[in-house]
């Protein structure tokens, strides 16, 4: 397969998805992520994607041309968790992508989940990192350890993990339910009350 049929089959698959990290694509063609890093590059530049911190986006105009994506300004606090304001991790990143193009960054699953409650249906896509590996993954293929001991992070402890078998393991030694996105949002919306944009949790004195 050469560069042009693999990126044809990548806008198809895409498509299909809706979603790819990074990691995915590569494993997929077997390419480096650097490969990977160009031909999305070029996509985008053809309005043919939307890139997004770990991955791509699928086009989602119907008249062909993506949005741009919003420009970072300082009151954003690029590098910062859009919940908490600290400063956003590689290790446990999660980041969204919403219907106006623009992209944010949480600085864990717990603010990214929160992020999920405080703008709704604006979320299009999501990514976020394995606990273990650092990986990054679909939010929503992702499994979710809620309310475990292991609290790197903001509380109640929110973990994420590609492998539903090491989710398991983790959870085996260090507690909490399993789940997916919407149980963790449920969660959140159970334990906590977001108000004004602001993660109660990480406020508190």
């Avoid at 043919?48 to 993506?66: D, E, F, K, T």
């Avoid at 994506?69 to 300082?74: D, I, L, R």
């Avoid at 956003?88 to 600085?107: F, R």
Wanted: with cysteine; charged share 20%.
């Amino acid at each position: 397969m050469n560069a042009s049929e693999r990126r044809k089959e990548l806008l198809k698959w895409l498509d299909r998805e809706g979603s790819l990290s990074t990691r995915e694509i590569a494993e997929h063609f077997k390419i480096t992520k650097m490969t990977v890093h160009r031909d999305l590059s070029l996509l985008e530049n053809r309005r043919a994607l939307r890139r997004i911190h770990g991955g791509a986006l699928a086009n989602p105009s119907s008249g062909g041309a993506a949005k741009p994506a919003a420009p970072e300004s300082a009151e954003t606090g690029q590098g910062k968790c859009l919940v908490c304001f600290r400063p956003a991790t590689q290790h446990l990143i999660y980041s969204l992508a919403l219907d106006n193009g623009e992209q944010k960054q949480a600085c864990c699953a717990h603010c990214g989940v929160s992020a999920h409650i405080l703008h709704r249906d604006k979320v299009v896509m999501a990514m976020t990192a394995d606990y273990l590996t650092g990986r990054q993954h679909s939010a929503q293929n992702s499994n979710f350890l809620m309310g475990s001991v292991a609290i790197p992070c903001c509380h109640p402890s929110m973990l994420t993990f590609e492998s539903r078998e090491m989710a398991e393991r983790f959870q085996a030694g260090f507690g909490g339910t399993l789940g997916n996105l919407n149980d963790a949002i449920a969660f959140l919306e159970h334990d906590l009350s977001i108000d004004h944009e602001k993660c109660p949790n990480c406020f508190q004195g």
